[in-house]
């Protein structure tokens, strides 16, 4: 059967498949739509002559023949990663792809002038920004560079924390006017799903009793809410306070702080418009810490509406 899986572009989408569980999840994954892994998975099993899914109203299980193709084929990933990487890694021209993955929540508000100003100083190195909440895999080279919140990063990866966010209460001046009440366990709330579950678990230690009128597992669509009028959210400052329409309700405890860290793979640390934009990106955002740790002077001079005393009373320990 191995012999027969000669090309990898097929065992990319078949592993695509096993991971997510479901030719829908995979499609994301791989950026093509569901009928094209539909597709290439019933030709594969065609071409080997074995089924390698069970087709179960739940997704797509592995069976016996699959599971060992998985392990074969995970060997073979592995390979050709770790070669790609060596060979990148030796690449010392400022020209080529840099593929960098980062969360809505700084991708929409904070990024962009700073990839403007990278493709003034470099216009030979081409950036492809993927945005999403899942974490793409370095390793495997899905992206080359990562800017990411939360805790240390893995062994494997190399890179610098290269500032802190800061999240506090907004909500549209217009809601403020309307529900002036400092309890803010009577408000309207915007909370997220289990994509950001940091968030999520210390909201719950902060306010046990609140139920959100609305979920979401994007950022920035919290933040167009709030705007709308739809009720309080909990959002960092280094977006929030660039929004005119929004104002700062409140402060939140410093658990809700989170880390922020710019990563590569360390294979690929020397290369040349990796290492470019790693250095470009760390000075542009040590230069933003007053507004990324919610400093800035609009913010500062900005009054503070709320019961600040349910601070300390509902303050989650800390944590990440």
């Known amino acids: ?8 572009d097929d065992l990319r989408v078949f592993l695509a ?7 829908s999840g995979a ?9 094209t892994v539909f597709r290439r998975i019933g030709a594969f099993e065609e071409a080997l002559g074995v089924r390698l899914f069970e087709r179960q109203p739940g997704g797509y299980l592995l069976t016996p023949a699959g599971e060992e193709l998985r392990d074969g084929a995970l060997r073979v990933e592995e390979e050709i990663a770790s070669l790609s990487r060596k060979v990148t890694g030796q690449d010392l021209r400022l020209s080529g792809a840099v593929r960098f993955t980062t969360i809505d929540m700084l991708a929409f508000g904070l990024l962009p002038r700073h990839l403007a100003g990278f493709r003034d ?16 895999n370095l390793s495997r080279r899905e992206v080359d560079v990562a800017l990411r919140v939360g805790n240390a990063p893995a062994e494997t990866l190399v890179g610098r924390r ?13 809601y403020r006017a309307r529900r002036p009440e400092p309890d803010l366990s009577l408000h309207n709330w915007i909370g997220f799903d289990s994509e950001h579950e940091a968030l999520v678990r210390r909201m719950a230690g902060f306010l046990p009793e609140v139920k959100p009128v609305l979920r979401t597992n994007s950022v920035a669509a919290a933040l167009s809410a709030a705007k709308a009028g739809m009720g309080l959210a909990p959002l960092p400052c280094g977006l929030a306070d660039l929004e005119t329409d929004l104002v700062r309700i409140a402060p ?19 290369t040349a418009r990796i290492r470019a934009f790693l250095d470009f990106l760390a000075e542009a955002l040590a230069k933003e810490a007053p507004l990324l740790e919610g400093m800035s002077r609009e913010a ?21």
């Open 121 to 136: 100083a470099y216009p030979g190195i081409e950036v492809e920004l993927v945005v999403g909440n899942v974490a793409l």
């Open 162 to 174: 290269v500032g802190r966010l800061a999240f506090a209460v907004y909500a549209s001046a217009d």
């Open 17 to 23: 498949v096993a991971r997510a569980g479901s030719l």
């Open 300 to 320: 500062m001079d900005a009054p503070l509406h709320g019961d600040l005393s349910k601070l300390d009373e509902h303050a989650p320990a800390a944590g990440r």
């Open 27 to 35: 499609a994301r994954t791989l950026g093509v739509n569901h009928s």
């Open 252 to 270: 939140l405890p410093d658990e809700f702080t989170l880390d922020l860290w710019l990563l590569t793979h360390e294979d690929l640390r020397q």
């Open 1 to 8: 059967m191995d012999a027969k899986a000669e090309n990898w």
